[in-house]
């Protein structure tokens, strides 16, 4: 026998039924598959004793099929497992019905009701999200944000961790729909709906200011970051309206890693003129002060911006300036579409209020 030629062992086993290669056993389910891996729409006609057109209208949602036909025709495609090609429809309308959304960090609690609020936004128009983080990293945007082109999607929201979107260009001059949402795009004129950063930060500090403090901190992220920007510039007009002048010393910003925040509240907190309050200039901050506050010996006041979840529940609750994620998302991917469907004409931008929240650490009075 040719030592090349390996024949199928159909010897019984102690059983006494017979064995056949797993290696055999996949290639006849394979062959032996009228239909192979993906069945088609002419699979569906065939079984259903239809022709192709029909089909496509009962795919499609389309009129012209009688009800007994169109049952037969679903009944094949249940049995069958078939799934609509959408690259041809992409072909044919020049549409996927899918958008993207670019966020900051997918970990941050602050962008999960955003993420979702575009989401049911973009389900109730039959449009399916797809999203990334950019790590803060604007060649990482830009990198997703055009990968997200180059599949096809309809429309893009973005929170931007650059301050040049005019890699969007050729996209947006494509037809690519695009909204930016928490910071307004840099070097383009494009969408973009924000939240009251300014004046959130103003409140909050005045609000630190009625309950007696004159040494207030501020610890945000970095200076780059319009919404960081933006609120130092809230915290110097409250200051500035108050007649308090602003050491330098009661101000940081950087990055939001918790040894950065650890260090530059520790640092405010001593010496001989400390600071009596803090705004945290986010929700990370907040987190990272909060543990640092309690391991200190003097009670020092707290308004943190973002709300977020256990705020109520410490001792005293967290006062907060807490923004409407849901409501940033909703109003971005709202307005996305209507730019799909032609009826906006130009770029707006769009504001949206803040909140503050008064829980118990905003209103401490200072301890000298």
């Known amino acids: 026998m040719d030592k090349t030629h390996h024949p199928v062992d159909n010897k019984a086993d102690r059983t006494g039924q017979r064995t056949v290669p797993e290696t055999i056993r996949r290639a006849d389910r394979l062959s032996g598959s009228r239909y192979g891996n993906r069945p088609t729409m002419k699979d569906v006609a065939a079984r259903a004793g239809v022709g192709l057109k029909t089909v496509s209208r009962v795919v499609n949602g389309e009129p012209g099929v009688t009800p007994d036909t169109e049952r037969r025709v679903q009944e094949a495609i249940d049995a069958l497992g078939f799934r609509r090609n959408d690259s041809a429809r992409v072909l044919r309308k020049g549409r996927t019905a899918s958008i993207g959304l670019v966020l900051e960090d997918l970990a941050d609690p602050f962008y999960g009701p955003l993420s979702r609020a575009v989401e049911e936004v973009a389900r109730a128009h039959g449009a399916l999200l797809i999203n990334g983080s950019s790590a803060e990293d604007p060649d990482r945007e830009q990198e997703l944000a055009l990968a997200l082109c180059a599949r096809r999607v309809d429309g893009l929201v973005i929170i931007p961790a650059g301050d040049d979107h005019r890699y969007l260009e050729p996209e947006i001059k494509a037809g690519v729909a695009t909204v930016f949402v928490d910071r307004p795009a840099g070097r383009i004129d494009a969408d973009v709906v924000l939240s009251d950063n300014f004046g959130g930060a103003r409140s909050g500090v005045a609000h630190l200011i009625a309950h007696g403090h004159r040494r207030i901190g501020f610890i945000g992220d970095m200076p780059r970051i319009h919404t960081a920007a933006e609120r130092l510039r809230g915290y110097r007009a409250a200051m500035e309206d108050a007649g ?70 410490l001792q005293p609750g967290v006062t907060v300036v807490a923004q409407d994620a849901a409501a940033l998302g909703r109003n ?37």
């Open 244 to 313: 308090i002048p602003v050491a330098e010393s009661w101000m940081s910003l950087g990055v939001t890693d918790p040894q950065r925040v650890r260090r530059a509240a520790e640092k405010m907190l001593s010496g001989p003129s400390p600071v009596t309050a803090v705004l945290a200039g986010n929700n990370r901050v907040t987190v990272t002060v909060i543990r640092v506050l309690a391991d200190h010996r003097r009670r020092v006041a707290l308004v943190g911006f973002d709300d977020f979840e256990l705020a109520d529940l």
């Open 332 to 368: 971005a991917a709202e307005r996305l579409f209507r730019q799909l469907d032609g009826s906006l004409v130009a770029p707006e931008r769009i504001e949206l209020p803040t909140r503050l929240i008064t829980r118990g650490s905003g209103e401490l009075p200072p301890a000298d």
